[in-house]
Each structure stands twice: as C-alpha cells, then as structure tokens.
C-alpha cells in the first residue's frame, strides 16, 4: 500500500512522528503537502463536510481509510509494520503511552505560547517565561522521569523490552526537540535520565532512521514549529 500523509510543508511538528513511523517501517508514502498542488489538496479534504474529515494535520490517507490525529494513525501503522506488540493489551498499552506524549507535547507548545497559538510569541513574553520555569521544574522531570522509569524497569533497550515501537521513534523526537529549543536546560537536565538518553541513540543508529535524519525529507527545525529556540527562555 502506497500511503498518502498530509502535513504543512515547512515545519515538523507533530506530522514527524508519523514520518518517524513511516520511515523505520521503510514504507511506501508520499509527504503529499509538499508536492506541486500538495496544501490545496490537503486543504480541500479538510473542507469537505460529509463522511469522516480530518479537522486537522496530520492525517493519513491509506486506501479508503483517511486517519487522523497522530496517536490513531501511528495505532494503525504500528499494527502493520511490526511497530508495536501484536497482543491487544501491549498494543492498547503503546497507545496510551503515544497518548501520554501527546499530552507532552502540547505541554511544550505552551512553553512559547501559553496564552493561545492566535498571539504572537511577541505578545506574551512574560507568560512563556513564567510557563517555561514551571515546565521544567515540575513538568519536565514527571514526564521523562516516567518514561527513563518504565526503560529500567522493563530491562531492555527499549521502553516495552527488546523491540523497538513507535513510542520509541517518538521519544527519540522529543530528547531532539528539547535539546533544539532548551539546549542549555536539557545540557543540565541530561544526567537525570541516562537511559532515555541511551534510547535515544540506539533509534537514531536504526539504519533506516539513519539514513532518514541525514536525507532532505527530515526538515530542520525552526521557529515556526512545536519545538522553537528563543534565548530568554532557554537561561
């Protein structure tokens, strides 16, 4: 099956954890949205106000069935492409730690725009500020402390034991992410969760997220994204 993602074309964002899913699979896809007519096409499935429509990117189209949400179309890739474990309890299980990201982050959204994406970075300042001490002093150390947690505790190289899933991949995005936007921070933060860090570094060797991160298809990060680096929050 030739699968059809549907994302904005500049930014990451939460689209990259599917593309994260897409490429350790080695799938088939097209990143449609970035192709020659890609945002209309996009846009215009988005505007249609029958059957089941996407309210927003990312979404996946794979045959008949057009998949939204990041955690629900990395639950349907994940049973198809060996990215999660085949009992419905470990498969229930993965989702509801994707879910347990998601929740993160948005979390990290607010940092820079606590006071709703409709203002500018610019126009609250102060609130990202406060937002951002919070985040790190109790935020930050309850998420990844569970998550460097269920690793020890599981006794494997990853989170569920000896096999990678997409939960995996997707937290190899956020100890990327965090490093980008709060390098100064996550520098220091570091030593709390050595094996999350290991983590890390084994799915970034993964020959196909390998070859993925060092192609044109990964695009970099920027302010325009979920992760964005500005100094004053980042002291």
Do not use: C
Not at 79 to 103: E, M, N, Y
Not at 109 to 120: C, E, Q, R, V
Not at 122 to 151: I, M, N
Not at 184 to 191: A, T, W
């Amino acid at each position: 099956m030739r699968y059809q993602l549907y994302y904005w074309p500049t930014i990451q964002g939460r689209g990259e954890y599917v593309l994260l899913a897409l490429e350790e699979a080695g799938a088939d896809y097209t990143d449609v949205a970035r192709g020659k007519g890609g945002m209309g096409a996009m846009m215009k499935m988005m505007d249609v106000h029958k059957g089941t429509p996407p309210f927003a990117p990312p979404f996946l189209e794979a045959g008949k069935l057009v998949i939204g949400q990041t955690a629900n179309i990395l639950l349907y890739l994940g049973a198809r492409h060996g990215l999660a474990p085949k009992p419905d309890a470990g498969k229930l299980w993965v989702h509801q730690l994707q879910l347990t990201i998601t929740d993160f982050v948005m979390e990290i959204h607010d940092t820079h725009h606590p006071l709703g994406p409709s203002l500018y970075y610019e126009d609250q300042k102060a609130p990202a500020k406060k937002r951002t001490e919070e985040f790190w002093k109790s935020r930050v150390p309850k998420y990844l402390g569970y998550f460097e947690d269920l690793v020890a505790a599981n006794g494997g190289a990853f989170v569920t034991g000896r096999r990678a899933t997409y939960v995996d991949l997707s937290l190899f995005q956020i100890v990327e992410g965090l490093r980008y936007a709060f390098p100064n921070r996550m520098r220091g933060f570091e030593k709390k969760v050595p094996r999350l860090l290991e983590l890390h570094d084994r799915i970034a060797e993964r020959p196909n997220i390998k070859a993925y991160l060092a192609s044109e298809r990964r695009i970099p990060f920027n302010e325009d994204g979920i992760f964005r680096r500005y100094k004053a929050l980042d002291l």
